[in-house]
């Protein structure tokens, strides 16, 4: 949310479309959310059920993540016309947040890497830093916990364990080798889109038959939401927020540009999880 106020509010004195500077994390939050276990809620369903670590998420997901947030940030510019000399924008910067975010950052970094080989559960560097932060801020921001949407994945995640056994996803997703794989990619991709991707990793995972599969699926389920709004939680809070800061993107807004800077990002990574 911070980082929206600051870039809408820069892009108004400097001339710059809200709406492209607030895009920016809509985008990232589905293009760079695959290399940690913590990056999103459906790399910790999976490390979960899997019994995967760091350590496996760097080495099958660091590669695509950054060939599909180079190739986003190439549509990106593409898409928004965006020339970085001349529509810089020269905002000053708040030292003090600085001062109090950055160890912060760098704690839940380091927690989440470090402290994930040594046996330290991610659960506690979190509360941690949460603690950290409301001590640094003297408040508790209660109304900044989405409740709605931890209601919702609560509520999907029931309707999945009941209807999984139902749904004949086994014989869907069997298959070996490449065929498995882009298997598993599509049905990420699509159940993501056709509902959300908390119920299509949900149900894909319980359904895999080949450890491989994991990956395809995961770039599918992380990425696949750049294409329609309701296709991530994190797509649903994006919008209330950029709302109430004064930029308002529909859906057919939302998939346009999705279109055009998340197809190829995630058509790049799924190259690369596929063949490399």
């Known amino acids: 949310m911070g980082a929206i106020i600051l870039l809408t509010g ?5 001339g710059l479309a809200p709406e492209m500077l607030a895009f920016q994390p809509a985008l990232l939050a589905c293009l760079a959310s695959n290399p940690l276990p913590v990056s999103n809620l459906t790399n910790l369903i999976v ?15 660091a590669l695509p993540t950054l ?35 950055l160890p912060i950052v760098g704690f839940v970094l380091a927690g989440f890497t470090v402290g994930d080989l040594i046996g330290v559960p991610g659960w506690a560097v979190a509360a941690i830093a949460v603690v ?3 001590a640094v801020v003297r408040e508790v921001p209660w109304r900044c916990v989405p409740a709605e949407a ?38 990420g991709v699509v159940g993501s889109n ?24 995961l770039i599918g389920v992380n990425m696949g939401p750049t294409l329609v709004l309701t296709g991530a939680l994190s797509g649903l809070l994006w919008r209330d927020t950029a709302a109430g800061m004064g930029v ?3 859906a ?18 799924a190259l690369v999880v596929l063949f490399v």
Not at 157 to 178: F, I, K, Y
Not at 194 to 217: D, T
């Open 252 to 269: 057919r807004r939302y998939t346009a540009v999705g279109l055009r800077v998340g197809l190829p990002a995630l058509v790049a990574a």
């Open 132 to 134: 950290w932060a409301m």
């Open 47 to 61: 490390a979960e059920r899997f019994d995967l670590g760091v350590g496996d998420f760097l080495r099958h997901l």
């Open 150 to 187: 931890m209601l919702v994945a609560a509520a999907l995640a029931v309707l999945v364990a009941g209807a999984v056994p139902h749904l004949g996803l086994e014989q869907l997703l069997r298959g070996s080798g490449l065929g498995g794989e882009v298997r598993a990619l599509l049905f």
């Open 10 to 14: 820069g892009a108004r004195r400097h």
């Open 194 to 217: 056709l509902a959300n991707n908390l119920p299509a990793v949900l149900a894909g995972s319980a359904a895999l038959h080949e450890p491989g599969q994991v990956w395809p699926l």
């Open 248 to 250: 308002h993107v529909g």
């Open 67 to 101: 060939v599909a947030c180079v190739v986003g940030w190439l549509g990106f510019r593409r898409t928004f016309h965006l020339h970085p000399t001349l529509d810089g924008v020269d905002e000053p910067v708040d030292a003090r947040a600085l001062r109090r975010g």
